[in-house]
């Protein structure tokens, strides 16, 4: 047929080198490789990337100049990764402070075709950022390269159930669109939108389709899988999904691969920097994309946590010269592997126990006892009445729940026991209000937040994962 044809054109590496001047396939070729090096062999590749990257900005950013200058930074390569320690955090709010002096001013900076993007911008306003053509190519490759992770190659067909609205209809149409959904044989369902007849026709067309991988948004595939699991369909079983944006906490881990018999792979990143770490078929951890980044888990001094601590991530972008991110406090929050831990599938790719949240998840009490979100998720999961919900602490003493409730269901019940469960570790004066509503929005980039915290130390947070 001839779309098969075209399609074998287009995902045909060279194809889209010399028509479209991508370098991703030539990328993602290399990190095929690199992936089975040691890990020591990728650790100085790492280093070695840093040191030019620093080098770089030391030369060309005036920020960073200036930074350096004013904290005496000196730096080797290798000394590098103490070196690092030595330059300041970089906030959202610096980095709308700095956005002009944070952009390179070197006479290559045309040539590598840089652009606007923003974050997600979850909570509070997105942040302007300016990525390198081949920022843009690299991220492709490893989004590429997580998906054979999970059994797919490029141009087998995928279902994505991911987007906001407006990614929906910048995707969805027009020629772009029919582009994408042709050559790149990939269908966008909008998990923006998951009415239960809309979660029927999902399940009808991945029953017919048969996507090799499923993509999806942590809670959408979640509310699918209940969905399934609630109704006793039956749902064709992909190679492989790949969840992000979201906490896959264990429960939700085996709920997805219960109904959908396949494993589930946890893929972690941002709009603003790529795909960070993602877990391999083994499922031991996730495994750091150190070939673009360089991840730093820090607690609240600024200090890199001992190895099996939480603490949040903060993230050196290794290979966008137009505007290095150096130390940048994403607003996410991980815990580090145990001591000596490596993964047994043998990738020279270091591991992060698990992403633990977003910082906008942590409560605190006045008294600066800090309670991760999964708490107040854990007293609402699994409530039969429970449709979806958001716990919203509004400020030290107090916590509002929205529930929308599945139809002739009450929660009157469970009041009392999830309000006691709340006081218990916030405080027996924290009010815990119950609102019952039709309707709980997404996020501008079409995540959805179980729990958010406005209370005084949280940044104003904006990881948001994108798709190429
Ligand atoms: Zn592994």
């Known amino acids: 047929m001839i779309t ?18 991508s370098r991703r396939f030539e990328i993602l070729e290399a990190l095929r490789e690199s992936q089975w090096n040691s890990l020591e062999v990728n650790l100085q590749e790492q280093a070695r990337a840093l040191f030019e990257l620093v080098t770089h900005a030391h030369t060309h950013v005036p920020y960073y100049s200036r930074v350096m200058a004013q904290r ?3 730096y080797s390569e290798e000394t590098i990764f103490e070196d690092i320690k030595q330059f300041p955090i970089l906030t959202k709010d610096l980095i709308r402070e700095h956005f002009e002096e944070l952009q390179s001013t070197d006479p290559d900076t045309r ?108 809670q959408s595939i979640e509310e699918l899988a209940r969905f ?24 939700i881990h085996r709920t997805i691969e219960r109904v959908f018999r396949c494993p589930v792979f946890n893929r972690y990143g941002s709009r603003e920097v ?26 609240a001094d600024g200090i890199g946590v001992e190895p099996g601590q939480t603490g949040e991530i903060h993230v050196t972008t290794l290979h966008n010269l137009s505007m290095p991110l150096i130390r940048y406090a994403i607003g996410d929050v991980a815990r580090t592997s145990a001591v000596g831990s490596s993964c047994s599938c043998g990738r020279g790719m270091p591991l992060l126990d698990s992403i633990q949240g977003r910082t906008v998840n942590l409560f605190r009490t006045a008294d600066g006892d800090v309670v991760d979100g999964s708490y107040m998720t854990r007293q609402l999961h699994r409530r039969s009445w429970c449709k979806q919900y958001q716990v919203i602490q509004e400020d030290y003493t107090r916590i509002r729940i929205k529930v929308v409730l599945y139809e002739g269901t009450f ?33 501008e980039s079409g995540k959805f937040l179980y729990t958010i915290s406005m209370v005084g130390g949280n940044p104003s947070a904006g990881a948001s994962d994108a798709e190429s």
């Open 111 to 218: 040539r590598r075709k840089p652009h606007h993007a923003t974050s997600g911008g979850s909570t509070g306003e997105p942040v302007l950022l300016v990525h390198d053509r081949v920022t843009w190519d690299r991220s492709s490759a490893t989004k590429m390269l997580f998906n054979e992770w999970a059994g797919r190659r490029e141009g087998q067909y995928m279902i994505a159930l991911w987007g906001s609205e407006r990614e929906i209809l910048e995707g969805g149409q027009g020629l772009k669109g029919f582009l994408r959904r042709h050559f790149k044989n990939f269908q966008l369902l909008n998990a923006f939108k998951m009415s239960e007849r809309d979660m029927r026709g999902f399940v009808t067309l991945i029953n017919t389709k048969k996507p090799v991988v499923i993509l999806a948004y942590v």
């Open 228 to 251: 399934i699991e609630r109704h006793g369909l039956s749902v064709y079983s992909p190679e492989g999904i790949i969840t992000s944006a979201g906490t896959l906490d264990d429960e």
């Open 274 to 299: 790529g795909d960070m770490a993602c877990s391999c078929e083994k499922g031991e951890g996730l495994h750091l994309n150190i070939f673009s980044h360089y991840v730093e888990v820090l607690d």
């Open 4 to 21: 098969d044809f075209l399609i074998r054109v287009f995902v045909n590496p060279f194809a889209w080198k010399y028509l479209l001047g």
């Open 72 to 74: 005496d930074i000196h």
């Open 411 to 443: 929660f009157e019940k469970d009041v009392g026991p999830i309000s006691r469960a709340i006081k218990n570790v916030m405080g027996g004066n924290c009010s815990v209000v119950f609102e019952e509503v039709d309707y709980i929005a997404p996020t």
